[in-house]
């Protein structure tokens, strides 16, 4: 019984990871989507206060996805 139960507690570990990589990867894509709406030419949307709020929000997920998965490398 505990052989099965070492198992998926490895299972929850690794379904864990790959849950904060892709919250990582669509935290980066948010951030670069926010900065490129800042720095275009013709912004996305009429107002510049969307793309920034996108950068924001994407550079606090990434540094905090990075953390997570620091975290997780070391404990």
């Given at each position: 019984?505990?052989?099965f139960?070492?198992?998926?507690?490895?299972?929850v570990?690794?379904?864990?990871?790959?849950?904060?990589?892709?919250?990582?990867?669509g935290?980066?894509?948010?951030?670069?989507?926010?900065?490129?709406?800042?720095?275009?030419?013709?912004?996305?949307?009429?107002s510049?206060?969307?793309?920034?709020?996108?950068?924001?929000?994407?550079?606090?997920?990434?540094?905090?996805?990075?953390?997570?998965l620091k975290?997780?490398?070391?404990?």
């Amino acid at each position: 019984m505990s052989f099965f139960q070492g198992e998926k507690r490895e299972t929850v570990k690794l379904n864990k990871r790959v849950r904060i990589i892709i919250g990582l990867a669509g935290s980066l894509v948010l951030c670069i989507w926010g900065i490129y709406g800042i720095l275009a030419e013709y912004p996305i949307t009429g107002s510049l206060l969307i793309p920034i709020l996108f950068a924001a929000g994407g550079f606090i997920g990434t540094i905090g996805g990075a953390m997570e998965l620091k975290r997780m490398k070391s404990g």
